[in-house]
């Protein structure tokens, strides 16, 4: 889904990350940083955006760290308010925030649901719909990451609701690719498998008004998480592969060889249920026409009512 190079000049554009205090964020921030950019980082954590900035600003980074809960959309707003005062207009937003928790999916309340999509589709959501109405409006093009997850193909019963919340972000990425191509800002969605973050201690972010989980999460198990994420690609190995997708302004990053297997065999299930392509072919006419001529329609209504 490449749609040609975009951007391969990062010198002295504005760089908003969320979760930019911890693991894949920081590693944005600090390859991005490393190419040019002046990063805004926000995070919810005061101690992760602490070490954070300290880390940037040790590297030589221009760097500027904000609190933030990204499911706060006035705070949202205050925060871009706060990033084109300091920093100026921003061109590239990096929605990396994100929490996860598991358990058997029978057993979720909704606490764990409102959480989980709260923080992981609408904190993307809430990044989006503050800064792109900016984006367009400054008029100079730009990029935005958002961070889904490998689970945004696959689901199973333990991680449920993250990745429903992923497969949420895959969808609403691919969408605002498309409605953003005209205004020369690009859109990827990074699907990663295991990273060495701190993403084991997400629980420890969950608001109060949160509280009433089915899942049991004890140290026991953040250990054991620890320990599988101490295994994971380096952040700033995976940010890498992120700067490269953006200037060639490519939709997936997905830079693990070992996920290959798994996505041949999803897709492949996916096609097998079709049927073959060369059966009720008169149904395939008429459906196709009919949705050529809704296509065109639809296009001349947009440009009334909504002009570009
Ligand atoms: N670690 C992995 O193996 C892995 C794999 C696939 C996808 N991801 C995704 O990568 C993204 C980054 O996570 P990470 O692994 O770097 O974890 P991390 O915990 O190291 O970093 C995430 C940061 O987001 C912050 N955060 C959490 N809730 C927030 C909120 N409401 N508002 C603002 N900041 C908030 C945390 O304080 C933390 O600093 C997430 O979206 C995660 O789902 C991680």
Known sequence: MAMGRLMDDFAGKIAFITGGGSGAGLGQAKVFAAAGCKVVIADVRQDHLDHGVAALKARGAQVHGIRLDITDRTAFARAADETERVSGPVQLLFNTAGVSIFGPLEKATYDDYDWMMGVNFGGVVNGMQTFVPRMIAHGKGGHIVNTASLGAFFAASV??????????????????????????????????????????????????????????????????????????????????????????????????????????????????????????????????????????????????????
Not at 160 to 187: C, Q, T, W
């Open 159 to 308: 991680a449920g609701i993250y990745s429903a919340s992923k497969f949420a972000v895959h969808g609403i990425s691919m969408a605002m690719r498309d409605a953003l191509a005209k205004y020369n800002i690009g859109v990827s969605c990074l699907c990663p498998a295991n990273i060495k973050t701190n993403i084991a201690e997400s629980i420890k972010t969950r608001p109060a008004k949160f509280a009433h989980s089915g899942f049991q999460v004890d140290e026991d198990e953040i250990k054991a998480l620890h320990e599988i994420y101490s295994q994971g690609m380096e952040p700033e190995e995976l940010a890498g592969h992120v700067l490269e997708a953006v200037k060639n302004n490519q939709f997936y990053i997905i830079p693990y060889p070992e996920s290959r297997k798994g996505l041949e065999a999803g897709f492949k299930a996916v096609l097998d249920a079709l049927p073959p392509a060369d059966t009720d072919l008169e149904g395939q006419k008429k459906r196709g026409t009919a949705m050529l001529k809704y296509r065109q329609a639809r296009e001349a209504l947009d440009k009334r009512k909504y002009g570009k």
